[in-house]
């Protein structure tokens, strides 16, 4: 029995009303290419992400997966005096709902981390569904992880000092990718930091059903992005871990990992279960789940109260995971 949707947070219900012509929650398959073609994709090829020129700013192709093409690596190093030691490392992994997107996609949070703590950021570019479903996207992501480790002190990084990072359709790519490397015995992230990460293909929770046609990703556009990712195998029992990590039977051994989801977004419910699931295998993880929070709110409404809150918490765990 579906539930009365919790309220939206006030700053970000208006935040909504104005971004609602642009931005619609229900997103069908055939919507897909008219929304890669939007206005936002393209503005992302406009942004400064040297900061001003605090940061140095190279776009790199490396070996893809065995037999796939090479991948698009965006690699921003400070530009300040180096210090005593390599920095750490930030990778990170765009959002999308599987199906839109780049690596220029959200660069801008990582890049604020980056410039407070004095970070290399590497954010990867992946094959997208549906003319590339599973595993073509968390490979991609694995092959990149991969390379930048090798390659993380030529860039000024600290190869045993990376975080992976992500949100939305990223935060479950990350998710995927820490289970895939645990499994692998793979360079071993020291977290994971996974923003309204996107991790059960099986879309039946509570939260998905309150939220249906509200906010600016609900149970269509949820349905649509699994769908390309998976096709017929969406919802059914044979679905990968490494697809959907709320799959996972094992979620021991993982980093310590960070999650936030809004209280009113559809991913409420698998955000809550995964981090619990975390605790109950023994592992560390930070749970925020805030109030009023629609999906991605802290992007489309940065200056909101709660997004500055949300933001700051960010920051605060990444400080203290990186303290020594």
């Known amino acids: 029995m579906t539930s009365v949707p919790p309220p939206f947070d006030p700053e970000l219900a208006a935040a909504l009303e104005l971004i609602k012509e642009v931005i619609q929650p229900g997103m069908a398959p055939e919507d897909i290419e008219t929304v890669r073609q939007g206005p936002g994709i393209a503005l992302l090829a406009d942004l400064d992400l040297t900061a001003g020129g605090a940061f140095e700013v190279e776009d790199r192709s490396v070996p893809g997966p065995e037999g796939a093409p090479e991948i698009s690596l965006l690699i921003c190093r400070p530009t300040a005096p180096a210090p005593d030691r390599p920095r750490p490392v930030v990778y990170h992994v765009h959002g999308g709902g599987m199906v839109i997107g780049n690596n220029r996609v959200g660069v801008d949070v990582a890049l604020d981390w980056a410039r407070e703590l004095d970070l290399v950021v590497v954010s990867v570019e992946y094959r997208l569904a549906p003319e590339h479903p599973h595993p073509a996207p968390v490979e991609d992501v694995y092959a990149g992880l991969l390379w930048t480790a090798e390659h993380a002190k030529e860039l000024g990084g600290d190869p045993e000092r990376i975080v992976i990072a992500g949100t939305s359709a990223g935060g479950g790519l990350s998710a995927a990718l820490a289970l895939l490397l645990r ?61 959907a990590p709320a799959r996972a039977e094992d979620l021991s051994g993982l980093p310590p990992a960070f999650l936030d989801v809004g209280s009113a977004e559809t991913f409420r419910d698998e955000v809550v279960a995964y981090a619990s699931r975390i605790w109950q295998a023994g592992g560390v993880a930070e749970l925020h789940v805030w109030p009023g929070g629609f999906h991605g709110f802290d992007g489309f409404a940065p200056q909101a109260t709660l997004s500055r809150s949300a933001r700051a918490a960010h920051l605060d765990w990444l400080r203290r995971l990186l303290a020594e």
């Open 183 to 243: 499994d692998r015995g793979g360079p071993r992230p020291i977290g994971q930091l996974l923003l309204c990460p996107m991790l059960d293909d099986r879309n039946d929770t509570v939260s998905s059903h309150q939220m249906a046609g509200l906010g600016v990703w609900d149970r269509t556009a949820n349905e649509t992005g699994w769908g390309a990712l998976l096709g017929e195998q969406r919802g059914g029992p044979d679905v990968s871990p490494y697809a």
